[in-house]
């Protein structure tokens, strides 16, 4: 069963950069479209972006759009997330999914394999 494990999370000062990985625990993650998702406090999950199986086209949401960039790397089984200018709002649990789907969905129930999730603060 295909897991999938985020690191790279941590502490930033707002105006900062992170770069948060996904990464898949077998060589199948280049079928699947994989979003990436966050939660914060008190608030619902969101989508931050989303790229096609083939890395070719990425999707990102109004509030990742011009400071956040999704790559993957399927010879790796790699996805990543690199996160800058950082600001308070961007604070929450970071999560990667990988869709049902070679193609990016609109829709979070689309995505069906999910990491644990990765803490970002973003802080001075």
């Known amino acids: 069963q295909l897991q999938l494990v985020e690191s790279g999370g941590g502490l930033a000062q707002p105006g900062g950069s992170l770069r948060l990985s996904c990464v898949a625990s077998?060589?199948?993650?280049?079928?699947?479209?994989v979003g990436w998702f966050r939660q914060a406090p008190g608030q619902e999950r969101e989508g931050v972006g989303c790229?096609?199986?083939?890395?070719?086209?990425?999707i990102y949401t109004d509030s990742a759009k011009g400071r956040f960039t999704i790559s993957r790397d399927n010879a790796k089984n790699r996805v990543s997330l690199q996160m800058n200018s950082l600001n308070s709002e961007d604070t929450a649990v970071y999560y990667c999914?990988?869709?049902?789907?070679?193609?990016?969905?609109?829709?979070?129930?689309?995505?069906?394999?999910w990491g644990q999730g990765t803490q970002v603060t973003v802080s001075s």
């Open positions: 077998r060589n199948s993650l280049d079928i699947w479209a």
């Open positions: 999914a990988a869709a049902g789907t070679r193609w990016c969905s609109p829709h979070s129930r689309d995505f069906l394999t």
């Open positions: 790229v096609h199986d083939n890395g070719d086209s990425v």
